[in-house]
């Protein structure tokens, strides 16, 4: 009994919009609580396999459906702006888990990007993202300039000892 009171006073707390969208889609917990509460206290195997939890009566209205009458698809009752405006509300109120699942769920966008991962082409373990020929080539060019500006002394000392040039076979770049 304390749960139904726990649940009143819940619900009146909750802005209408919130309210609304809980008395079109009840939350399953909430169904399987009433279903539970109701059976009879005589127990069958019938019974028992019913007392299992179902589907709701209703489908997720935020994913979209195939309608097998028509054979055509329906799109989802609430578009992605309208889910992420309720998951937010819900957060806020601490009802979020009540919701039926959506992209827009708070933790859904970490728990995507966990499974999937970054799908850039080359962010893999041991890849190089392709990047632009400059781009790619320009470490090698610095390690270059690097070892050049190492052995400055020693061509500066070169050039000084062959009298400016004279007789140098391989010019430096």
């Not at 979020?96 to 991962?117: I, N, T």
């Not at 052995?151 to 000892?161: H, S, T």
Request: aromatic share 6%.
């Amino acid at each position: 009994m304390a749960s139904t009171q726990q649940h009143i006073q819940l619900a009146k707390s909750l802005p209408p919009r919130l309210m609304r969208f809980f008395q079109k889609f009840p939350p399953p917990s909430l169904l399987q609580g009433t279903a539970a509460a109701s059976s009879n206290t005589t127990t069958t195997i019938a019974a028992a396999a019913a007392d299992q939890p179902q589907e709701p009566a209703y489908h997720n209205p935020f994913k979209p459906r195939f309608n097998t009458i028509t054979g055509r698809w329906q799109g989802p009752v609430f578009s992605l702006r309208r889910q992420a405006e309720l998951c937010k509300i819900a957060a806020k109120h601490g009802v979020e888990d009540l919701l039926p699942h959506s992209v827009k769920k708070s933790g859904e966008r970490a728990r995507r990007r966990e499974e999937h991962g970054l799908r850039v082409k080359g962010t893999g373990v041991g890849q190089r993202v392709k990047g632009k020929e400059w781009e790619r080539g320009l470490k090698g060019k610095l390690e270059e300039r690097r070892q050049a500006m190492l052995k400055m002394p020693e061509l500066i000392q070169e050039w000084k000892q062959r009298g400016h040039g004279r007789g140098w076979k391989k010019w430096p770049k």
